[in-house]
């Protein structure tokens, strides 16, 4: 079975997993953090295992960093996590996304096409964003 290791953070949101990508500094575990203030369920930080699998891709957490996620300005945080959580959703940050984009954007993630949208994770809407993205 083929296992990426991707520069990312992935949280389980009702046991769907949405990607968090982006370039240091783009929001990854800021955003990461609201979202489990509004119930997600961090998967892992900074460092992704995406394995490959039918029919969605599965998130897995990076052995050594298990349960830890970086707190800018506070330090490392240690809290419970998920592991194989199906790939719902990628998401892009650093970049602003389209007024409406098209329903079918898709990226591919171990060989699956996988719907993403794009997004500042700075704003305020972004954790909802990402919600309703999942619907």
Do not use: Y
């Amino acid at each position: 079975m083929t296992t990426e290791l991707l520069h990312a953070t992935a949280v389980a949101i009702n046991g769907e997993g949405v990607l968090l990508l982006g370039p240091s500094g783009s929001g990854k575990s800021d955003l990461a953090l609201r979202l489990i203030d509004r119930g997600a369920v961090l998967i892992s930080d900074d460092g992704v295992l995406v394995e490959a699998h039918s029919p969605l891709p599965l998130l897995r957490t990076a052995p050594n960093i298990a349960g830890m996620i970086e707190m800018r300005g506070v330090g490392i945080l240690k809290m419970p996590f998920a592991d194989g959580v199906p790939l719902h959703l990628a998401v892009k940050l650093g970049i602003d996304g389209e007024r409406l984009p098209p329903e079918d954007q898709v990226m591919n993630i171990t060989g699956i096409d996988i719907r993403f949208i794009a997004l500042s994770a700075f704003e305020a809407s972004a954790p909802l964003k990402i919600e309703q993205a999942l619907h």
